[in-house]
């Protein structure tokens, strides 16, 4: 079967040459939407850990296709575990953006997505007309910081400097502490929150985070990097200040790169 191409979304190009290991997904016309079968491409980056456990082919379902106005919703059916996931449009300079696929385990970039037209597809369950699209999957690389992040890490420096009580017992509930009284997640938690409308584990700023106190203070860490960080005895304001700082560096080098 000959395959046209007849619209192309985004081709990633500005993230890096290095080797990447990617999942290329198949999807077709279903009813209410498009689902089909992601299948792990030959690699290049032998011994790289995948950043979410993939297996050599997953079941994925989507709500809508590229022609669809972002964000696309749907659902990846992972080596036990099913996980649901939206792919977003970020901007990383004006006029340029990219797509990352973002889900509560990882945030993948997006090397392509787009439609290809196969002709008639004889599904007659199908709300519209749709086409065969092809999305393909970056496992190993991570998505830079953009200037959201530099935003949400600057938000929290800032906030952090004006002092306040400091909740050193904090829980992964913010909204029910005393009003003035924050601890370093329900910090980051709000500040993703008022930047990107919703909060985001994955975020790249708080993923910048945690590699920040894994570096310093691994022996700090049981469970809940950010939680466990704010409420071990030994942290101090200054310590969430140097993170803040170290990553908003980072933050801010990545999204530069970006630019450029």
């Given amino acids: 079967m000959r395959l046209t191409v007849t619209s192309v979304l985004l081709l990633l190009a500005g993230v890096g040459s290095a080797a990447a290991q990617t999942a290329h997904c198949h999807l077709a016309p279903r009813p209410y939407g498009l689902g089909g079968i992601c299948t792990l491409d030959s690699t290049e980056a032998a011994g790289r850990p995948l950043r979410i456990p993939f297996a050599d082919s997953v079941r994925i379902w989507m709500g809508s296709g590229p022609r669809d106005q972002p964000p696309w919703r749907g659902n990846l059916s992972l080596p036990r575990l099913e996980t649901s996931f ?155 200040r140097t993170v803040l700082e170290l990553a908003l560096a980072r933050a801010r080098a990545q999204a530069q790169s970006e630019r450029e």
């Fill in 86 to 240: 939206e792919i977003a449009r970020e901007e990383t300079a004006p006029n340029q953006s990219r797509l990352v696929l973002r889900t509560g385990i990882a945030w993948l970039v997006v090397r392509e997505w787009r439609e290809l037209d196969v002709g008639s597809q004889g599904c007659s369950a199908c709300e519209r007309t749709a086409k065969v699209a092809s999305l393909i999957l970056d496992l190993v690389a991570y998505p830079p910081a953009t200037e959201d992040d530099v935003a949400i890490l600057r938000s929290a420096l800032t906030t952090l400097e004006k002092g306040g009580r400091w909740n050193r017992q904090e829980e992964q509930k913010c909204g029910n502490s005393d009003e003035g009284t924050i601890g370093f997640f329900c910090l980051l938690y709000t500040s993703v929150e008022s930047q990107m409308g919703r909060y985001h584990h994955r975020q790249p700023a708080l993923e910048l985070v945690r590699s920040a106190i894994l570096e310093r203070w691994r022996d700090r860490i049981t469970s809940h990097q950010l939680i466990d960080f704010n409420n071990h005895p030994a942290t101090t304001i200054s310590d969430l």
